[in-house]
T-cell receptor
Framework: GEDVEQSLFLSVREGDSSVINCTYT??????LYWYKQEPGAGLQLLTY?????DMKQDQRLTVLLNKKDKHLSLRIADTQTGDSAIYFC?????????????FGTGTQLKVEL | NAGVMQNPRHLVRRRGQEARLRCSPM?????VYWYRQLPEEGLKFMVY????????ESGMPKERFSAEFPKEGPSILRIQQVVRGDSAAYFC?????????????FGPGTRLTVT
């Protein structure tokens, strides 16, 4: 089955690192994604990782994938107040029926001064 | 290149009325996905369309909901005889391909309130 889980809240101080965790169940996932949603807005794709990779780094963002444990994390270095948002992980399987994304429930990141 | 456009951004309907939500994909994108986000929840897949074809509607409620993506014009998500439980944010995403990353670009959403 397809199920993606995340913790609901995370609070960090400005300048610290944030780590947002996600677990998924579909071992045939092809890509895993991290999206950011600011209040009242749509989703912005932050980064993605192919399922045969362990790590991907993109500026302040580091994605770690443990395929054995089906665990995905997003680390944001030097977290800023502008990073306050809801972060969704999502998994996909590309089939003839398209690239349907299954989203987690989202983690609300609050950055305090 | 304009992003994915959705309108209206906010829609208020009374119970029993019809809601029509529009989505214009990014230029050159022929794949459209609709997702629904209930309050305090993540997005749930509803339907995937290509031009003039519904490819996967496994996430769509069997009754009252329909979607289309005509040859010309935007994709439409139609909800007939709305009920309070239909109140949600509806997001459209478009993609140029389903190959490779199959990256989806999301619109700003339509927030439907049923009174």
């Amino acid at each position: 089955g397809e199920d993606v889980e995340q913790s609901l809240f995370l609070s960090v101080r400005e300048g610290d690192s944030s780590v947002i965790n996600c677990t998924y169940t579909d071992s045939s996932s092809t890509y895993l994604y991290w999206y950011k949603q600011e209040p009242g807005a749509g989703l912005q794709l932050l980064t993605y990782i192919f399922s045969n990779m362990d790590m991907k780094q993109d500026q302040r963002l580091t994605v770690l994938l443990n395929k054995k444990d089906k665990h995905l994390s997003l680390r944001i270095a030097d977290t800023q107040t502008g990073d306050s948002a809801i972060y969704f992980c999502a998994e996909s399987r590309i089939t003839g029926g398209g690239n349907k994304l299954t989203f987690g429930t989202g983690t609300q990141l609050k950055v305090e001064l | 290149n304009a992003g994915v456009m959705q309108n209206p951004r906010h829609l208020v309907r009374r119970r029993g009325q019809e809601a029509r939500l529009r989505c214009s994909p990014m230029k050159g994108h022929s794949h459209v996905y609709w997702y629904r986000q209930l309050p305090e929840e993540g997005l749930k897949f509803m339907v995937y369309l290509q031009k003039e074809n519904i490819i996967d509607e496994s996430g769509m409620p069997k009754e009252r909901f329909s979607a289309e993506f005509p040859k010309e014009g935007p994709s439409i998500l139609r909800i007939q005889q709305v009920v309070r439980g239909d109140s949600a944010a509806y997001f459209c995403a478009s993609s140029p391909t389903i190959q490779g990353v199959g990256e989806q670009y999301f619109g700003p959403g339509t927030r439907l309130t049923v009174t």
